[in-house]
């Protein structure tokens, strides 16, 4: 899932900012350890050089996505524990036996321009949330959540504030439901085929439209081929000796939107996440050797649609055999798939028992056809739906029997109470889990010889 706008997630559903209040008026809206206390203790005693002996003894089969770090990505000079989450020892602790986590993280907070030193203070967060997955001798896979776009704030205006409801209001009193339409900021700026972000700042009481830029495109902060490559060179260069680090995302969910080409054209993004993963991954290998490469697939990365959208991403040269190709995969939408769980029945709907096992299944032949190791990296359901969880159970249980192991959305901090498929709320420092926690946690104790699927 991502915090910005595109076709498959309304703006309603996305995280909004902590210090935004209420959340409906915001409009900006979406346990044991791996080996026991004792391999905890003896991998924090590893220190950061002994991670790749450490990482050969077991492969964890089901983790959960831990966000936080990523959200709202678009606010400028953004502060933890108001505009994003850090993940806690708390969160880490709540989520029990989980071997492995998927870290969503940020270009737009580790680099405040291409070819720039690293954001030392996003690093130190970053660190510190890694810090506590080792402690806990887990897992955890640092990633890029930016889905191939980053934020540029292109106007501001002024004379709006919050009224006592909590919703935005022009000088006139009239509320503003949607902040970044095309009418609200008409005699300001045009809006172009690019997605827009909202955003009223309460601390200069400025309203501010941030405009997505295609990663290594003119207008955006990595504003060319080399852009994400050299970003993720210095992650790597930064992290690759943590204990906790198991491996690499590459980019979350590239999709194909309506962004143009220097010539006019509408951007193919399969073709240029094509050219960017494989940049992307030559960086890291040639700098890491020791640690998985996911690679997220085409189209929102859909494991029902894998076959469709792509097969090409197996054309990455992978000469030391690090590469993992990742897919998501929501049970929602009568077999569509999504996220939103807007649907007939919204998070109520009926799911079918192999529903799961059914949209997997052609990124599972893919895996197997090519050779190739595979990573679900999202799945997810609404806490109380019961045919879900036997769905994802089932689902769950197919993935093991070839081998593809997989983490839930979402396990962490800063989403609302009412989320549709947040499994955790924070309630002062006390992290409860959810009950749509049940399906995964089942597999927590699962452990793999290997990810390549079975022939």
């Not at 346990?31 to 003894?57: D, F, K, Y």
């Not at 990523?70 to 806690?88: F, L, M």
């Not at 509320?175 to 200069?204: C, E, K, S």
């Not at 501010?208 to 970003?231: F, Q």
Request: glycine share 10%; aromatic share 10%.
């Amino acid at each position: 899932m991502s915090d910005h706008p595109h076709p498959r997630r309304t703006a309603a559903a996305a995280p909004h900012p902590i210090d935004q209040t209420p959340a409906a008026a915001a409009g900006i809206t979406r346990r044991r350890v791996l080996q026991g206390a004792a391999g905890a203790v003896a991998l924090a005693g590893l220190g950061w050089g002994g991670r790749a002996a450490a990482q050969s003894a077991a492969l964890p089969f089901a983790g959960l996505n831990s966000s936080g770090l990523a959200s709202n990505s678009y606010v400028e000079n953004a502060e933890i524990g108001t505009h994003y989450r850090a993940i806690t020892a708390q969160h880490v602790a709540a989520a029990g036996a989980c071997p492995l986590f998927r870290l969503p993280t940020t270009a737009a907070r580790f680099t405040r321009g291409q070819g720039l030193a690293l954001n030392e203070t996003y690093c130190s967060q970053v660190q510190d949330a890694l810090d506590h997955v080792a402690a806990r001798g887990k897992r955890a896979i640092v990633e890029l959540h930016d889905s191939m776009r980053l934020p540029q704030r292109v106007a501001v205006k002024s004379g709006y504030r919050r009224d006592a409801s909590g919703a935005l209001v022009d000088a006139r009193g009239n509320r503003i439901d949607d902040a970044a339409a095309a009418a609200v900021w008409a005699d300001t700026y045009p809006l172009r085929n690019f997605g827009y972000q909202g955003y009223f700042d309460r601390r200069d009481g400025l309203l501010k439209l941030y405009e997505y830029r295609v990663i290594g495109t003119p207008g955006c902060t990595l504003y060319n081929a080399s852009g994400l490559p050299d970003l993720w060179a210095r992650i790597v260069n930064r992290f690759r000796q943590h204990p906790a680090v198991f491996g690499w995302g590459v980019m979350n969910e590239p999709y194909q939107g309506d962004e143009r080409a220097a010539d006019g054209s509408v951007l193919s993004m399969a073709t240029h996440w094509q050219n960017t993963a494989t940049a992307c991954c030559k960086a890291i290998i040639d700098r890491d050797r020791d640690h998985f490469v996911f690679v997220c697939g085409n189209g929102y990365a859909s494991a029902r649609l894998w076959q469709e959208d792509s097969m090409g991403l197996f054309d990455i040269p992978d000469p030391y055999n690090r590469i993992v190709y990742e897919a998501h995969n929501y049970l929602d939408n009568n077999g569509a798939g999504g996220g939103n769980w807007i649907g007939p029945g919204g998070r109520n709907e009926v799911i079918q028992p192999d529903t799961g096992i059914t949209m997997v299944t052609p990124f599972i032949d893919a895996l197997r056809d090519a050779g190739k190791r595979g990573y679900l990296g999202e799945h997810g359901y609404p806490a109380g739906n019961r045919s879900a969880e036997v769905a994802t159970t089932r689902m769950l249980a197919h993935l093991q029997a070839n081998n593809i192991p997989s983490t839930q959305w979402c396990f962490g901090p800063g989403w609302p109470d009412d989320d549709v498929l947040g499994m955790s709320r924070d309630v002062g420092a006390d992290i409860q889990a959810k009950s749509n926690l049940a399906a995964v946690q089942a597999f927590f104790d699962v452990r793999l010889s290997s990810y390549i699927p079975p022939r």
